[in-house]
């Protein structure tokens, strides 16, 4: 399908580091009690180098890095009253816990028209500070009346 945006809509890289205390913030915020969210010690005898991120904390990472919603409208040239989160998924490759920085690399996946409603996928690309690869998450924006004709 062709894209609808005019010109390669350029994301920028960011950084960032991974603070328990967003952990802790987050997991309070999605209301869950699990303690190793909460505790370093607990988090360790459970396996893991530190207290490890929740599932979805990357949406936190994607608005506190740079990707917030009011940047996302501007970007695009949406009309914010009529945009929709059309999905997210993640697929993890490694640990990500308190302590690490990423670095994540965001790109325009798929831009498209459907039933006068027009989609847009971000992809991104996370990597820690080893270089490896530890998470890629992908999210679908979705304009309601995207159609230039009404």
């Not at 929740?54 to 009529?82: Q, R, S, V």
């Not at 989609?119 to 992908?138: A, H, M, P, R």
């Amino acid at each position: 399908m062709e894209s609808l945006l005019k010109a390669d809509v350029k994301l920028k890289p960011f950084q960032f580091t991974i603070e328990r205390g967003k952990i802790k913030e987050f997991a309070m915020a999605i209301g869950d009690k699990n303690p190793i969210y909460y505790d370093a010690d607990t988090a360790r005898k459970e396996g893991y180098r530190d207290i490890p991120i929740p599932p979805t904390f990357p949406t936190a990472i994607e608005m506190w890095g740079g990707m917030d919603f009011e940047t996302l409208i501007e970007l695009f040239g949406l009309n914010p009253l009529k945009v929709l989160h059309g999905g997210q998924e993640y697929c993890y490759m490694g640990e990500i816990c308190a302590g690490d920085t990423v670095t994540a690399a965001p790109k325009v996946i798929s831009s498209f028209e459907k039933r006068n409603l027009r989609f847009i996928t971000i992809g991104i690309q996370y990597i820690n500070s080893d270089g490896k690869d530890v998470l890629y998450s992908e999210s679908t924006i979705i304009e309601r009346g995207g159609s230039k004709n009404e």
